[in-house]
Nanobody
Framework: QVQLVESGGGSVQAGGSLRLSCAAS????????MGWFRQVPGKEREGIAT????????VYHDIVKGRFTLSKDTAGNTLDLQMNSLKPEDTAMYYC??????????????????WGQGTQVTVSS
């Protein structure tokens, strides 16, 4: 059973930065991918930065491209999200997710197989 634990959320002013971290246990990087999603009340959870395939291809939602960056440790069990130039509209609950790769090595997250408990990010103007 994969378990995901997020950390690093908090409150920051617009233009500031935060770094989220997701630590996975019971996780085999050769079989799973990880990514970050976020959700605001009344809206669906959306993927913002995910690892797409066994090569580690990173995919970013247009709304965070150029501002958010994924990084993972060499063992592949931790996935960090560096968030720069934060905007009030980035305020959301942020979730780490893991998905099982397809036989040809892709992760589609529809839906992800596992979720973390979430960490709140609040950006004030």
């Amino acid at each position: 059973q994969v378990q995901l634990v997020e950390s690093g959320g908090g409150s920051v002013q617009a233009g500031g930065s935060l770094r989220l971290s997701c630590a996975a246990s019971g996780y085999d990087p050769s079989r799973y991918c990880m990514g970050w999603f976020r959700q605001v009340p009344g809206k669906e959870r959306e993927g913002i930065a995910t690892i797409y395939d066994r090569d580690g291809t990173m995919v970013y939602h247009d709304i965070v491209k150029g501002r958010f960056t994924l990084s993972k440790d060499t063992a592949g069990n931790t996935l960090d999200l560096q968030m720069n130039s934060l905007k009030p509209e980035d305020t959301a609950m942020y979730y780490c997710a893991a998905d099982l790769m397809t036989p040809n090595g892709y992760c589609h997250y529809v839906p992800p197989r596992f979720w973390g408990q979430g960490t709140q990010v609040t950006v004030s103007s």
